[in-house]
C-alpha cells in the first residue's frame, strides 16, 4: 500500500508495549536550521527523548514513504538536503506520497502522521498559528486546524511573534484546544518566556498533563492539546529585542509579496540572518527543553494508559 507507516523496530516495539514514544517534526530540521546543527540538534534531541525513558520517532517522507522514526543516515540526508526537500503540510501529504517525493513534515502533517501511528505526544520548537495580518491574506496555518482533528499533545515554546498570538489564542479557542501553560501562567513568545498573553490554564508537572490529556480522549473530545513550555532562562531573547527584528522581516515579506507556504520559512530565515548565531541558540535550547518534557509527558501518559 502506498501510504503503508514505515515504522522502526525500536518505535514498532513501544508502540506494541505501550510504553512512551515522543513524535519529533522533520520540518525544524530541514527548514528550520542551518547544516550541520540541524542534524546535530536533531540527534541530541533524539537522544533527550531516550535519557528520559522513551523512544523518539522523527517522521518524514522519503521518496513517497512515510517514515515513523529515522536511521542516523536518513537524518542526515533530511539535514543535508535541508532547502531542497519540499514542505510538507497535511494538504501536501497525497502529492508528497503518489508522486515519490521527499518531505519534511510541519507541526500539522508530523500530527496527523504521528495520530495514525498511535503516538499521543510531539516535541517540536514552535508552532504555526494565525499570522499577523490574517484578517486581509486568510494566512492561518494548518496546524491550527489539525489541533481540532488529531489526538496528540505538542509541546511548544509557544509561538513567534511572527505571528498574532492574540488572534492564534483565539483561534485554538474556537477549535476546542486547550492551551495549557507548562509551569506559567502566560502564553510564552518561542524566543522570550513572556508574551504577554495569559494561558486559559496551566499544569505544573507531566502528571497532571497526562491526566488531562486522558480525561480529554476518554470524554470522546477529539483534537490536540498545546503544552506551551517557555524557552529556559539563560537563552531567552528578551521580547523588546527580538520584537524591532521581527517587525522588520514581516515587512520584508510584505513588501516582496511573499505568501502561502512561503511566508514563515522565509520569516524564520530573516530573523536569524539578522540575529545571527543567538536565535539558532535560543532555537537549540528550546527545542531541547520541550523534548525533555515530551519524554517526561510520554512516560506519564503511558503510565495512565496501559
Ligand atoms: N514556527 C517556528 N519554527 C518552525 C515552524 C514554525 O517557529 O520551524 C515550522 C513548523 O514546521 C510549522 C510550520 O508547522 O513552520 C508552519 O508553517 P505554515 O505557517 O506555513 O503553516
Ligand atoms: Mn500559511
Not at 511573534?161 to 506559567?184: N, S
Not at 540572518?273 to 512516560?299: C, D, P, Q, Y
Request: hydrophobic content about 45%; some cysteine.
Amino acid at each position: 500500500m502506498p501510504h503503508e507507516l514505515m515504522i522502526t523496530n525500536d518505535v514498532r516495539d513501544a508502540l506494541a508495549r505501550g510504553s512512551a514514544v515522543v513524535a519529533l517534526e522533520s520540518t525544524i530540521i530541514a527548514h528550520g536550521m542551518p547544516y550541520p546543527d540541524n542534524v546535530r540538534t536533531a540527534r541530541e534531541v533524539e537522544q533527550i527523548v531516550r535519557e528520559g525513558g522513551a523512544v523518539p520517532a522523527t517522521i518524514a517522507i522519503l521518496q513517497g514513504c512515510i517514515h515513523i522514526g529515522l536511521s542516523p543516515d536518513e537524518l542526515e540526508y533530511l539535514g543535508c538536503e535541508g532547502r531542497n526537500i519540499a514542505k510538507v503540510s497535511v494538504r501536501d501529504l497525497p502529492y508528497a506520497v503518489a508522486m515519490k517525493r521527499d518531505g519534511a513534515t510541519t507541526v500539522a502533517s508530523t500530527m496527523r502522521l504521528a495520530a495514525m501511528a498511535g503516538i499521543h505526544v510531539f516535541a517540536t520548537g514552535g508552532i504555526g498559528g494565525v499570522h499577523r495580518g490574517a484578517e486581509d491574506s486568510f494566512d492561518i496555518s494548518a496546524d491550527m486546524t489539525e489541533f481540532a482533528e488529531s489526538n496528540v499533545a505538542v509541546v511548544t515554546a509557544g509561538a513567534k511573534a511572527i505571528l498574532d498570538l492574540a488572534l492564534t489564542l483565539e483561534t485554538l479557542e474556537t477549535l476546542g484546544v486547550p492551551v495549557v501553560g507548562y509551569g506559567t501562567d502566560e502564553f510564552p513568545a518561542f524566543y522570550s518566556r513572556r508574551s504577554g498573553h495569559t494561558v486559559p490554564m496551566r499544569c505544573d508537572t507531566p502528571d497532571e498533563l497526562a491526566a488531562l490529556m486522558k480525561a480529554k480522549w476518554e470524554m470522546g473530545l477529539r483534537g490536540g492539546v498545546v503544552v506551551a513550555n517557555p524557552i529556559p532562562q539563560g537563552s531567552e531573547i528578551p521580547a523588546d529585542e527580538i520584537a524591532p527584528v521581527i517587525a522588520a522581516a514581516v515587512k520584508s515579506a510584505d513588501e516582496r509579496g511573499i505568501i502561502g507556504k512561503d511566508l514563515t520559512p522565509f520569516l524564520l530565515a530573516e530573523i536569524a540572518g539578522v540575529t545571527g548565531g543567538r536565535s539558532l541558540t535560543a532555537n537549540i535550547a528550546l527545542a531541547k527543553n520541550n523534548a525533555e518534557v515530551g519524554a517526561a509527558i510520554a512516560v506519564a501518559f503511558a503510565g495512565k494508559t496501559s
